[in-house]
């Protein structure tokens, strides 16, 4: 249900966006997430985790109010997770393992443009909903679904900067975000597990 409010604020907000001052771009965004995990046990020790990298990518709706303001919609396919060793919870079985969690990724961002020209530094922040696609757990050689043990949304909040690059009628852009999860993506009362992650991206888009 939070899901499809979350939602329906984003069309709502795209809608209403006035026709008269907005110009609407499309255009695609790939790159890098490399993602982590805060992950407390049971027990309040915090789980020593180190980055997982991995591909996300996905398109880009924009609409950019004046010459300062846009807002984004940039629906994204991304890996989120960590890798850890087995040992820091049981001394005795010490083994490298990876928890993979894959969401179709919806950003709603609010972005600020310095300045005018081919070369315009951006400011950006806003919410996110992952919606749970894929959640697997790796030990050694030995991977487990762990779907069932996942929320199946993660609500998280992204802050970021980069530069745009005018190529004719064209946008090429490059930046980077950071992003945390509000609250625990586990399934259960027993760890607390948030997302967290920088991500590197390169855009481009064409207007309409």
Known sequence: MKGFRYCSLVAAIMLFASPAAAQFSVGVVA????GNLTYELEDGTELDTETLTSFMGGLVFDYAIGTSMAISVQPSYMSKGATAKTGDIDPDFNLDSEISLTYIELPLLFRYVFGSGNITPFVEAGPS???LSKAEITIGSQSEDIKDEVKSTDFSGSVGA?????VGNNTVSAG???SMGFSSVNDGEDEEVKTKG??????FKVPL
């Open 31 to 34: 790159g890098a997430n490399m």
């Open 129 to 131: 909903i992952g919606f």
């Open 162 to 166: 980069g530069v745009n690059f005018g």
């Open 176 to 178: 980077a975000r950071y």
């Open 198 to 203: 920088i991500q590197l991206l390169l855009g």
